[in-house]
């Protein structure tokens, strides 16, 4: 859009006047930022009617991302970018006296997700709007998001997430468009004179959805689609009912907090109304705008997309086979072609522990009619399979087995497209883990490589890369990230090199500036930053990275090799499910080997470790611009994608990794000369799992280096991690190290002790550094989201690939 930065700022006083009746000067910087945000909702809310009036008369084809998980960042920068007047907002302020960050920083990022799956929703939903597809994400409102992680004596601490505490600028509360989600009850079918199936409803407990949109703006192109987020309230249609306190309290639990689990399955009932709750209201809501519509519902593909993001939202299957067939009176067929038709699917996970199973009796008590509906989808799946592979093969596919209901399965059968979310992810989906399926519905089965939005992990957090980018190679890479390739050419220009590293050391600056004001600690700028950033899981094996760290400083305390060494910064992002003991128990231990190591002042600060408390978006995006190193060390086969690899890239970090998830298709983009691999691969961890031939006890009985370290953990080397120590000690030898650490640890400390010389090798390390840079553009989740629109979705984009 077009505006001047006088006019920007008489609007901007003025709505600070009709807001506050207040000068500048006498706000505090939320107050400033609530006015502003107002100002740029208003600016975008012409595009918004705009978008949504262009897609209801030209009835385009809309898709619908339920998730259970968005998390979408702070929003007025990449607003203000998307809508093109960030850098006149800015100086409009300054003009003001107004400090822009300031403002910034007041803000709240609605933490209303674990990890990966709800960013990559959020990426998701900023592709479509700047690909002009018209998409719609669909969630819970959560009053609290994921909890906030303080460390106290080096534990974890969780606080409430109270992010609407100042309220959300941003959001829309719709209560014309709220929905009514039945629960519990009893279910009559009662044939009608005409032999129709009518179906009512007794004894119920209705919950009142309410709607609350958020605008989500495509990248200078006028486009606003829309993020709904539902919200659990009393309803009050109903002839003065009472609701007890027992009832509000039940009713307002639904929408009130996010499960901080992101890794295993949790079997609670509160979950479960949360899914229903969300898939319910969201299908009813569509089939509402699709009627006004006027066409015939048998169309309903042809206008329609729903996308279930993991197994949480499956509910979407039975909630439209319901309405379809309770409310709109089509024939079992009918309604099954059209919904498989709808419905597409995307897994996340081979974990066993994470695949959403729930007990029969549970459906059947709290959505008496979607459990009907599943038990009929079961009892014609088993029909049709049994004639054509037999009861054996069959079974294994079965939505219901032994009183447990199998999502995934439910999943599979009801929908027509069924994606992981990398190469080797979808493999595995299609030879090991779902392999039946696949043998059953081959033409389902297509991957999905992940993507991230470079407009915020590149233009909006690391303005200095983005604008240092530009001058080599101009703008044209903003909208076409794949034109970063065009970098490559400048692979031997050291003035490029040489500013590259000027980039990377003012970005370090800044964040060891951040860690001296929050921590108290002083890191070095040209240390090397070593990061490693996501939810801990022993999958993951932050425990591989932490003992590599304890084999260095046991190094550097026993032998004087402290010349050779580049100083190193290892830094710490994570959080861990509350409930997830072992997990803390690794927290503590990052914390101690911290407080051990930065404090020996005979390490002369060649190591020093990092762990920032309550990792997230906004500080993922102070962190991933100071990376030198991106550690992507799960074991292989367990990480189904990764996507902060590709944010660390994208930022000129060289990534050490195993080869597992998308760090397969990174390593095919920059090769071996520009990536550190290391560590078993798929075939060779088969083997073990197979043959049953892996013995922790013999690695540690073999290598005197690793024995060293581990004993650290029980011997008083390491201070205060008494029970801890020995918990992980035990996992690792006792327990027969399940996510084989000791295994792989051999080849990463090869892999880490190549980092040092290609470092000091400056020229060497800025042309790694520039080269996963100029490779990282085919991760843009622009990409990823036209083959979605292309291979599943089947809806325009409006973007050449
Ligand atoms: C399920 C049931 C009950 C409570 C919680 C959950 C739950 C919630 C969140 C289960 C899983 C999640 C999140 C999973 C997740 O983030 N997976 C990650 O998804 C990324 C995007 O595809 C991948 O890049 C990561 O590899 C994957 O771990």
Not at 615 to 630: C, F, H, M, Q, R
Request: contains cysteine; hydrophobic residues 40%.
């Amino acid at each position: 859009m077009e505006i001047s930065k006088e006019h920007f700022k008489k609007e901007y006083s003025r709505a600070l006047t009709s807001l506050y009746a207040s000068e500048i000067q006498d706000l505090t910087p939320l107050e400033q930022y609530i006015t502003l945000g107002s100002v740029v909702k208003e600016y975008a809310s012409q595009n918004w009617m705009q978008t949504k009036k262009k897609n209801q008369q030209s009835q385009a084809k809309q898709v619908y991302y339920f998730s259970i998980e968005f998390l979408p960042g702070k929003l007025l920068k990449s607003n203000l970018l998307n809508l093109g007047i960030l850098d006149t907002v800015r100086e409009g302020l300054a003009e003001l006296g107004v400090d822009f960050a300031s403002l910034e920083a007041a803000a709240a990022d609605p933490g209303l997700g674990n990890g990966g799956l709800g960013r990559l929703a959020s990426c998701f939903l900023d592709s479509m709007a700047t690909c002009d597809i018209p998409g719609n994400g669909n969630g819970i409102r959560y009053r609290y998001g994921l909890f906030k992680q303080k460390f106290v004596n080096g534990f974890q601490v969780e606080l409430p997430d109270d992010w609407l505490r100042h309220a959300d600028v941003w959001e829309t509360r719709r209560e014309n468009k709220a929905e009514l989600v039945r629960f519990f009850g009893d279910v009559h079918l009662e044939e009608d004179e005409e032999g129709v199936i009518k179906v009512s409803y007794s004894n119920t407990e209705d919950i009142l959805a309410v709607p609350y949109d958020t605008g989500i703006l495509g990248y200078e192109n006028d486009t606003v689609n829309n993020l709904r987020l539902w919200s659990a309230e009393i309803p009050t249609n109903a002839e003065l009912e009472y609701y007890p306190e027992e009832r509000r309290k039940s009713i307002h639990s639904i929408s009130e907090m996010l499960y901080p689990d992101d890794s295993s399955y949790d079997g609670r009932l509160l979950r479960l109304k949360q899914e229903y709750f969300f898939v319910s209201a969201g299908v009813q809501s569509i089939i509402r705008y699709y009627r006004r519509l006027g066409v015939p519902i048998e169309h309903l593909a042809e206008k329609v997309s729903i996308h279930i993001n993991d197994t949480h939202p499956t509910m979407c299957i039975p909630e439209l086979m319901r309405i379809l067939l309770d409310e709109e009176g089509l024939s079992w067929d009918a309604a099954w072609t059209i919904t498989m038709k709808t419905c597409s699917y995307t897994n996340h996970t081979i974990l066993a522990e994470a695949l959403e199973k729930w007990p029969e009796r549970m459906l059947s008590n709290l959505v008496p009619r979607i459990y009907q509906i599943i038990c009929e989808i079961n009892r014609r799946h088993l029909e049709s399979m049994t004639v054509l592979y037999g009861a054996d093969f069959t079974q294994r596919t079965a939505i219901i087995q032994d009183g447990v209901i199998h999502m995934a399965n439910l999943a599979i059968i009801g929908s027509h497209s069924v994606n992981g979310v990398a190469k080797l992810h979808t493999d595995i989906l299609k030879e090991k883990a779902l392999h039946d399926f696949y043998l059953a519905y081959p033409a389902r089965f297509n991957n999905k490589t992940n993507g991230i939005t470079h407009r915020r992990w590149l233009l909006l957090s690391n303005e200095g890369l983005s604008d240092l980018i530009s001058d080599y190679i101009g703008t044209e890479w903003k909208k076409k990230p794949n034109e970063l390739y065009l970098l490559k050419a400048f692979k031997e220009d050291t003035i490029l090199l040489e500013k590259l590293e000027q980039v990377k050391l003012a970005n370090k600056e800044r964040f060891a500036a951040y860690v001296k004001e929050e921590m108290g600690i002083e890191i070095d700028p040209n240390a090397v930053f070593d990061v490693q950033i996501k939810r801990l899981h022993a999958y993951k094996r932050q425990l591989l990275n932490v003992l590599h760290i304890i084999s260095l400083y046991l190094k550097l305390k026993e032998t004087n090799v402290e010349e050779e060494m580049v100083p190193r910064v290892f830094i710490f992002g994570a959080k861990a499910a509350p409930s997830y003991s072992y997990a803390k128990e690794i927290i503590k231990l990052i914390n101690a080997v911290a407080d051990l190591i930065n404090n020996d002042a005979t390490i002369d600060d060649k190591i020093k470790v990092i762990f920032v408390e309550n990792y997230g978006v906004t500080l993922a995006e102070k962190i991933i611009p100071a990376a030198d190193i991106s550690e992507q060390i799960s074991l292989v086969t367990k990480e189904a994608s990764g996507t902060s690899n590709m944010k660390l890239m994208l930022n000129g970090a060289v990534t050490l990794a195993t080869l597992d998830g998308a760090n397969v298709e990174i390593h095919d983009k920059v090769g071996d000369e520009n990536m550190l691999l290391f560590g078993m691969q798929d075939k060779e961890l088969y083997h073990f799992y197979d043959s049953n031939s892996y013995h922790s006890q013999e690695i540690y009985d073999h290598n005197p280096r690793l024995k060293r370290c581990l004993d650290a953990l029980v011997d008083g080397t390491i201070p205060n991690i008494e029970a801890e120590g020995r918990e992980i000690f035990d996992s690792l030898l006792k327990y027969n190290d399940e996510y084989f650490v000791l295994k792989d640890y051999d080849s990463y400390v090869q892999a880490q002790s190549r980092i040092d010389g290609l470092y000091r090798d400056r020229k060497k390390w800025n042309q790694m550094s520039l080269m996963n840079i100029a490779n990282a553009g085919e991760f843009s989740s622009d990409y990823t989201i036209m083959h979605y629109a292309d291979e599943i979705w089947n809806v325009n984009h409006n973007k050449n690939l």
